[in-house]
């Protein structure tokens, strides 16, 4: 009895997926055809670039503070030495604690990408819940992320109608009008 209780159970609770509605986008392919989001990337890697040569020439210039040091330790005094030793960690630390303010959990890079990138995320997110809703969704995929979706009927592919919301054309329908 208590299976044929569990059995109907089951069944009733899963009849209400059959009438949902899935879809699912790639949100990277939707974000890469957005100009702005483009040009917001592409400034991204620009200052990651600038600021990782900036501590790629203090690292430089910490080695050639050490390498100096090994040629000079021998004949230096013991209170020199410490106070070079001293020299050469504080520099590095130095270093570190600018690559941790840079590149760290919420170093600058972090925050700039808060600037530049999440106000177009936003907007992407907001158009495909309004889309979602419009057409109603129950839910709506992301195949871009992490969750792994095996396979995907292109039937329910709305990335289109999203970047159409967003006034966004794909590059490959932009390059064929050309």
Do not use: H
């Amino acid at each position: 009895m208590k299976k044929l209780l569990a059995i109907v159970l089951i069944a009733f609770m899963t009849l209400p997926v059959f009438g949902q509605k899935y879809a699912y986008i790639d949100s990277e392919y939707i974000l890469s055809n957005m100009p702005d989001y483009v040009e917001a990337q592409a400034e991204l890697d620009r200052i990651a670039a600038e600021w990782q040569k900036e501590i790629e020439k203090q690292f430089s210039s910490i080695d050639s503070m050490y390498k100096k040091y090994q040629v000079e330790a021998i004949t230096l005094p013991d209170n020199m030495k410490k106070r070079r030793e001293d020299a050469i960690i504080a520099a590095e630390q130095s270093a570190k604690d600018l690559q941790k303010k840079r590149f760290g959990k919420d170093g600058d890079l972090f925050k700039k990408r808060e600037e530049l990138v999440k106000p177009i995320q936003d907007r992407v997110f907001t158009a495909i819940d309004e889309y979602a809703k419009e057409k109603g969704y129950a839910f709506v995929f992301d195949v871009a992320g992490a969750m792994t979706i095996i396979y995907a009927d292109p039937k329910w592919d709305i990335n289109d109608q999203i970047m159409q919301k967003l006034g966004v054309t794909a590059k490959d329908d932009a390059e064929e009008d050309d």
